[in-house]
C-alpha cells in the first residue's frame, strides 16, 4: 500500500485562518491521499520559518515575500486582502495622522505587511516589536505612543479607551486605488508544479467549503476567537474571508506587486522581485 503524501500546511491560530482551512481541517474536503499536517503560529513566526523554507505550505505576510522568493510561489487563493480597510494605527488621545512623526509605535514585526504599510506611511515612526495581542494594552498603559493593531484588535480597540489615528487600508487605497494585500499563502517550489498546483486547487476548496457552509465553519472558528463575541467574529471572518479569498484576481495580483515596488522604492525592502502567482 502506498504511503500518502505528508504537507505541512502552516497557518495563524485566528478565526479567519480557522474559518478557511475549516474544510481541511475537519475532512469536509477531498485531499486525494494527501495527508494534511496543520501546524499553527502567529504570522512573524511563519514569516521566519518561511526564511528557512521550513514548511510545504505557509501563511506569510506579503511584506515577507521578497525573502522567500527564491523558495515559494505564492497561491492566488486564501490571501487576506482589505479593500478600503487594514491595519489601524491606534492612540490613547486624538492624534493628526500627520503628527506621527518619530513616536513609538508598537508593532507585532518588522515582516508583516501593517509594518510596510505603516513605514510607507510614516517613514519616521520608530517601532518596537512586541506580540500582536498585547499592542493594545502597550498603549492603554502608555507603555507606547501608538499602536499598530491587525487581527480583532481592528475591532475591539474602542473596548480599551483607544481612538483610532489612522487606518492603512483606507490610506492606501486613497493612494494607489487598489486594496491592500496583507496575508496570503505560499507553497514550495521544490514539490514541482503538479502538487504546487493542486495545493493550491485543495486551499481554493476548503476557502469555498467555508464560504458555502458559512455557518458550520464560523461556529468551528468561534473557538480560535479569543473570547471575542460572537457578532464580532462574524464581522472580523467576513472582512476577511470573502470572494477575493477565492482568487485575488488581476485586481489583487498587482496590488502585491505595486505594495512591494513602492516598498523597495522606499528603501524597506532591500531587492525588487517579480509576485510569482501559481495557476492553478
Sequence with gaps: MMRAVKVSLAHSPDSDDAFMFYGLARGKVDTGGLEIVHVMGDIESLNRAAREGRHEVTAISFHAYPYVAASYALMPCGGSIGDGYGPLVVARDAIDPAGIGDRVVAVPGTLTTAYLALKLFAPAARTRVVPFDVILDEVADGRADLGL??????????????????????????????????????????????????????VRETVRYSLDHRQEALEYAMTFARGMAPGIADRFVGMWVNEMTLDCGERGRQAVQVLLDRGHQAGIIPNRVKTDFVEA
Design 149 to 202: 493593531v491587525i487581527h480583532e484588535g481592528q475591532l475591539t480597540y474602542g473596548g480599551q479607551g483607544l481612538r483610532k489615528v489612522v487606518d492603512l487600508g483606507a490610506w492606501w487605497k486613497e493612494e494607489t486605488g487598489l486594496p491592500l494585500p496583507l496575508g496570503g499563502n505560499a507553497v514550495r517550489r521544490d514539490l514541482g508544479p503538479d502538487l504546487m498546483a493542486r495545493l493550491t486547487r485543495l
